[in-house]
């Protein structure tokens, strides 16, 4: 299968990560029940990566399984500060190298902390974005601990219907 040879793909090749890539058709705010759907998985497996700034405007990435939402409160409790809330789209887009859509944690264009919702370890596989919308690579969780230096933190709440 031919698949975009994006940044986050160069950087998982380097490290030796072998990654089976989905391509699917992209959908403006389809967001990861379109993804699962599209790829015949559960939603619980799609691991998005969100964009934050603290109120220091501080970036950071959250890694967060695609079921659920991060609880701000209880990220912002960890990391001992004021709040945190969502990056813009611009600055997310200019923080990453990434467009909206397409944020891959690996291959960031700027250094900043990342957390991972402790339950996307329990999982066998996952599915994340590749650097590109419509583009998710499948690996192994594990692969995350190897290849980012992340911290593990359970932040994740069930998405309100």
């Known amino acids: 299968m031919k698949y975009p040879i994006t940044q986050a793909v160069r950087i998982l090749r380097s490290k030796g990560v072998e990654i089976v890539p989905h391509l699917f058709e992209y ?48 990220l912002a409790r960890h990391i001992g500060i004021k709040s945190v809330a969502p990056a813009t789209p611009e600055k997310a887009n200019r923080l990453t190298g990434y467009v909206i859509g397409g944020t891959s944690p690996f291959g960031l264009k700027t250094e900043m902390p990342i957390y991972a ?10 599915y994340i974005n590749g650097g590109k919308r ?28």
Do not use: C, Q, W, Y
């Not at 109120?55 to 209880?74: A, F, Q, W, Y």
């Not at 919702?117 to 996952?126: A, P, Q, V, W």
């Open 27 to 74: 959908v403006e705010k389809g967001g990861t029940s379109h993804s699962s759907e599209a790829l015949g998985v559960s939603e619980d497996e799609i691991v998005k990566t969100l964009v934050f700034e603290t109120n220091d405007d501080e970036p950071l990435i959250v890694l967060m399984r695609g079921h659920m939402m991060v609880s701000t409160k209880k």
């Open 117 to 126: 919702e402790e339950s996307i370890f329990e999982l066998e596989k996952i």
């Open 134 to 161: 419509g583009f998710l690579v499948e690996l192994a969780p594990a692969v995350l601990k190897d290849v980012l230096d992340l911290e593990t933190v359970e932040v994740g709440i069930e998405k309100k219907v």
